[in-house]
């Protein structure tokens, strides 16, 4: 349960530096930025491997770029959800989705496999 607490958490402060960041990208309200995150999350892991498998032939064409708008498309779908969140465009989408990734990407090398905090120490 903390594993996934912290993983929402990372996805909000994703969802919330693509908004200050990425003009075209409107979330209000800290809580509609949980909700927003918790519905990223959900279509990722259930929608999100489907659409992979269908677009492979497109996904191995383009060595792989095409997850990047797989991942905006998923960001339209939950701005679709929401009322609080929206997406003026679908670069912005693109756009948002890199610096989700990016933020998220980031905040894993912090985060272990089990979803707690995890800091390296060395000692000489």
Do not use: C, K
């Amino acid at each position: 349960m903390p594993g996934f607490l912290i993983r929402l958490f990372v996805t909000a402060l994703a969802l919330g530096i693509a908004s200050a960041i990425v003009p075209g990208i409107h979330i209000t309200g800290f809580w509609n930025l949980l909700g927003a995150a918790f519905l990223l999350g959900l279509a990722n892991a259930v929608i999100r491997p489907i659409l992979v498998i269908l677009t492979l032939p497109i996904t191995l064409l383009t060595l792989g770029l095409f997850l990047w708008v797989i991942n905006a498309a998923m960001l339209a779908l939950v701005a679709a959800m929401m009322d609080s969140f929206t997406i003026d465009g679908f670069f912005s989408a693109l756009l948002a989705s890199l610096v989700v990734s990016l933020v998220s990407w980031m905040a894993s090398w912090y985060v272990g496999p089990a979803g707690q905090i995890e800091i390296l120490s060395v000692r000489r």
